[in-house]
């Protein structure tokens, strides 16, 4: 056997070890379950060893609370329901989906993706399809739907290999999911996550979902460039030699047809596109001037504003509006009562996160209640202190720890879930703030996306491969994504590592 193919079958294995070891761990939302009793257990171990620590900013002692006690189980059969009724990341994202799912329903966001890929020119097709994966994260999960299927169609009538616009298109849509143009749903969830992480050490502490736009819209064109280079560079002309297009099977028949738009559907995005102009209006005459209703009463600034503070809201009620414009101009609706059915299918398809932030809540309250979070905390950045490394090189380290996570858990919110309170109260204790913590955690987090098979729609990314290559394998689409995961992990963090150096605020708040 060649070198080449002990390298080849070697790196096999370890896929596969991953894999089996990922399909071992509990689901997301059993494993918040189990780490709440765990909490439990332990906050009553570390009250008998009475553990406690200094808290370097109030000088105050901070001991660990025993809640397996009749003060614990109070406090626990008082609070469950608020515990997670009060959970930040809750809220807004319901709110965010009230619209966003209603601009989905609508068939917006369907139309909206085929027409910004059909639109462009055959020299930029491969990034075009790209930042269409990277902006489709607005709009939750039409990208695996819509974008991946369509941009394999598009490349094979383009005389391009199919599975080269499969690559693309989901590193655009997985590998840069972090990263958009616009607040959406996970920059609130993340938000509300982190937010309730700061408060163990900070309790006025408030992070935006706007906390880190400015970084991920230069994120957005990075991603953009990389996953674009890859493709071009590297990935289709290694698919062209192990799988030239003849061996193909041909899945075009008649298939392009139909996803190519309609004059009703050309007219409702033209609609949309005059509605979009009117509120953009509308925010400028809030913000640009000097006593504009939209900026912050008392400072005049448009930092910690209303426009800020209610960026989610915003967002859902353009989206809501945008929906119904476009599916009452294309004829897709007759009454605006089907924006009610939307909205009720959106919220439906939120049950398995409203369980899983449930759960995520109690286990956040009783780290909070326990004082371990705390305690873990300060002791935890002690100990990073000591070291005397730079902020820097430990969110560089922390980006790898995050990568290495996503291959065993595949929900961005359960990820979270479990590091933010661990990691955002230590590293602020370290002078990080909870935003560059996020931020670093986002790169991480997306740039192992495409290459772990517990990743939701890593199996419909297979299917779709298998259309034109039926025995392609899970191994095919690792091998086919390695790259973009390699590259973005190494050239994302060289951007992070970049804006940190040269102090660029991650957000405008």
Known sequence: MSLSANRTSLVQRAL?????????????????????????????????????????????????????????????????VTNFTHFAPVGTVLVAMLGIGVAEKSGLFDVALRAS?????????????VFTGVMS??????????LIPLAAIIFQSAGRHPLAGIAAAFAGVSGGYSANLLIGPVDAMLAGLSTEAAHLVAQDYQVS???????????TFLVTFVGTWIT????????????PMNTLVDVNNGEDKNHTLTQLDKRGLRAVGLLTIIVTALLLWGLVPADGLLRNPETGSILRSPFIQGIVVIIAVYA????????????????????????????????SYLVLMFFAAQFVSYFAWSNLGAVSAIQGAQLLQSWDLSPTLLLAGFVVMAASINLLIGSASAKWAL????????????????????????????????????MPYFGVVVAYVQRYQPTAGIGTIMSMMLPYSVGFLIVWSGLMVLWLTLGLPLGPS
């Open 16 to 80: 596969n070890k991953v894999e089996l070891l990922g399909n071992r761990l509990p689901h997301p939302t059993l494993l918040f379950v189990y780490l709440s009793a765990f909490i439990l257990v332990l906050s009553a171990i570390a009250a008998g060893f009475q553990l406690q620590a200094l808290h370097p900013i109030s000088g105050e002692t901070i001991s660990a609370v025993n809640l397996l006690s009749v003060d614990g189980l109070h406090k626990i059969l008082a609070n469950t």
């Open 117 to 129: 890929v059909h639109k462009a020119p055959s020299t930029l097709l491969t990034a075009m399809v």
């Open 137 to 146: 994260s607005i709009a939750a999960d039409a990208g695996y739907v819509v």
């Open 209 to 219: 979902a706007t906390a880190n736009y400015y970084f991920m819209v230069a994120s």
């Open 232 to 243: 071009q560079r590297w990935i289709e002309p290694r698919l062209l030699e192990s799988s």
């Open 320 to 351: 809501l509006l945008a929906g119904i414009v476009f599916a009452r101009v294309s004829g897709r609706w007759h009454s605006n009562g089907e924006a009610i059915t939307a909205m009720e299918s959106a919220m439906a398809s939120m049950a």
């Open 419 to 454: 590091l933010a309170p661990i990691f955002v109260p230590m590293l602020l204790l370290a002078g990080i703030s909870p935003e560059a913590t996020q931020m670093a955690f986002r790169v991480g987090d997306s740039s192992t996306n495409i290459i772990t098979p517990l």
